[in-house]
């Protein structure tokens, strides 16, 4: 049997998370020679001195809650023991006062990637069919099917065909506040690199959502043979010329026919890895999170911001309860207002639901050993390492900078995921402790498991494990830099993913705020 393992992420905790497979059982004496008065799970807390009711339990470093009564040394802290503290006031925060000293600059990294007109990088050459509708998913279904069979082997150049099917479009009040998130979602998506600028567009007819709203004149980034912005390119089954189901399906491939054989004579080129567009993202966290994954996640992300690439962490939710180390790390006080204003309207967002920010904790993060939000959010945010935060996007905005960004959106896998793809992002990395077989079709996501028993059961469907970390037999920075050369080498076409692999994917979900009718 392995010796006790407990892990302690600051000096001042009261608090350490064990860290064997299966958990210790009572009686175990630890290094120190405490002994554990109960049973504790893998990834728990056991109370390093004693508690007393009302004082407050340390993890991190900061509060994570208040012990509702004494808590002997020893003993298991859970979420049941624990008052998690309120949210901490958007006013009188640290502005832009962490000043970090420059890192010297990561050049002569490169990968292989296609080049669009619009200057960004694609690491994927794909046909997106955009739909405007939910009522056209079956048609574009089938439609994809039949092209995927028929026509993509004659395209060899191209690597996949994927329809931008969603639930929005139509039944939705479309001109109320926050109806415009949606729209602009599905639009930058439809723009993301891996899609080439081809765009083009599957319309029911008599839906809200009309394909001259979704992409307006001019928001297409090309050009035709005049040197004229390109007209939309719209297959609308409703039109009289179509007659039967067949004639929908014939004219969706005629169509998709003529951007293949555009995208077929795309090449990749050596470009460098500040083309580079990562979104990073958590989902089914536990309490290794915080302690391999996503420290591994943040070393990269300061590798990549380094080489001069952009990388965009998210969910607000999960890193509301830390707003004031984000805020003291803006690169100046404009930014930190930025996500100040974005923390502001998702406070009023939940509160209009009458929810707050404790609704994000679900059943498998607590037995994984995460207590509350506070202490999801303080092993979430190390996704985002320690460089300047650069900027802010609001949902389903395009990412038109380098550097550390903030993209505000839900913490929802998929949803996050989708707003991530509309901002630009060309490859994603998924961090998973309790495991999730997540994974988009439109862009590679690299999945990174927490612990060594999950990469073990799960590995045809994890492409790293930070569980070494736990485990003594990496560093944070081995991991760290092992995940950045995957990164190029998945850019790069060479690597495919374990979600590529399985052709696993999840459906895209349009963050919708207003109201549906």
């Not at 969603?166 to 009040?173: E, F, I, K, L, T």
């Not at 949606?182 to 839906?207: A, D, K, Q, W, Y």
């Not at 939940?350 to 929810?355: F, I, P, Q, S």
């Not at 003594?472 to 995957?486: C, K, N, P, Q, Y």
Request: hydrophobic residues 40%; aromatic residues 6%.
């Amino acid at each position: 049997m392995a010796p006790p393992l407990t892990i302690r992420m600051h000096a001042s905790d009261n608090v350490a998370i064990v860290a064997n497979d299966g958990g210790l059982p009572a009686g175990t004496v630890l290094p120190g020679g405490l002994v554990l008065r109960d049973k504790v799970p893998q990834g728990h807390k056991v109370a390093l001195v004693d508690l007393p009711a009302r004082s407050a339990v340390l993890r991190y470093g900061i509060p994570i809650g208040h012990a509702l009564q004494d808590i002997a040394a020893g003993s298991w802290v859970h979420e049941r023991l624990l008052d998690m503290p309120g949210a901490r006031a958007l006013e009188h925060l640290p502005m832009a006062t962490v000043k970090p000293p420059a890192l010297p600059a990561l050049e002569g990294y490169t990968f292989e990637g296609f080049r669009n007109a619009d200057g960004s990088v694609g690491t994927r050459n794909i046909l997106a069919i955009t739909t405007t509708v939910q009522c056209v998913s079956g048609v574009v279904e089938f439609a994809v099917t039949r092209i995927k069979n028929e026509l993509l082997p004659q395209y060899p150049n191209v690597d996949d065909v994927v329809g931008l099917e969603h639930s929005y479009g139509c039944g939705v009040a479309i001109d109320a506040e926050g109806a415009d998130i949606p729209i602009r979602t599905l639009r930058h998506i439809s723009l993301n690199p891996n899609f080439g600028g081809e765009v083009m567009v599957v319309s029911l007819g008599c839906e809200k959502l009309q394909p001259e709203r979704l992409m307006p004149p001019g928001s297409i980034p090309i050009t035709d043979t005049r040197g004229e912005p390109a007209a939309l390119d719209v297959v609308c089954l409703q039109d009289d010329a179509h007659v039967g189901f067949m004639s929908m399906i014939d004219a969706i491939m005629a169509t998709a026919r003529h951007h293949l054989s555009r995208l077929n004579q795309r090449r990749r080129e050596t470009v460098p890895a500040s083309e580079l567009v990562v979104g990073v993202q958590c989902g089914g966290s536990d309490a290794f999170s915080g302690i391999t994954a996503n420290p591994a996640v943040g070393f990269c992300t300061d590798l990549l911001v380094r080489a001069g690439a952009s990388v965009m962490f998210s969910e607000v939710t999960e890193v509301r309860d830390g707003i004031d180390q984000l805020t003291s790390r803006a690169s100046t006080p404009e930014v930190a207002e930025a996500m100040l204003r974005e923390m502001a309207w998702y406070d009023a967002y939940l509160a209009r639901g009458k929810v707050d920010r404790s609704a994000n904790t679900t059943p498998g993060n607590k037995k994984g050993g995460l207590s509350n939000i506070v202490e999801k959010a303080m092993g979430s945010i190390v996704k985002s390492g320690s460089a300047p935060i650069s900027g802010v996007l609001a949902p389903g905005e395009k990412l038109r900078q380098k550097g550390l960004i903030y993209a505000a959106t839900p913490a929802s896998d998929f949803i996050c995921g989708t707003l991530q793809l509309a901002a630009g992002m060309n490859l994603h990395v998924f961090t998973t402790g309790r495991g999730t077989p997540y994974g988009l079709a439109q862009v590679p996501v690299i999945k990174v498991a927490t612990r060594s028993d999950l990469a073990r059961r799960w590995h045809d469907l994890m492409d790293i494990n930070a569980g070494k970390i736990a485990d003594g037999t990496a560093s944070i920075e081995d991991v760290g830099w092992e995940l950045f050369h995957l990164m190029l080498e998945v850019a790069s076409g060479r690597h495919k993913t374990w979600a590529e692999k399985w052709q696993l994917h999840n459906a895209l979900v349009l963050f919708n705020p207003a109201p549906v009718t």
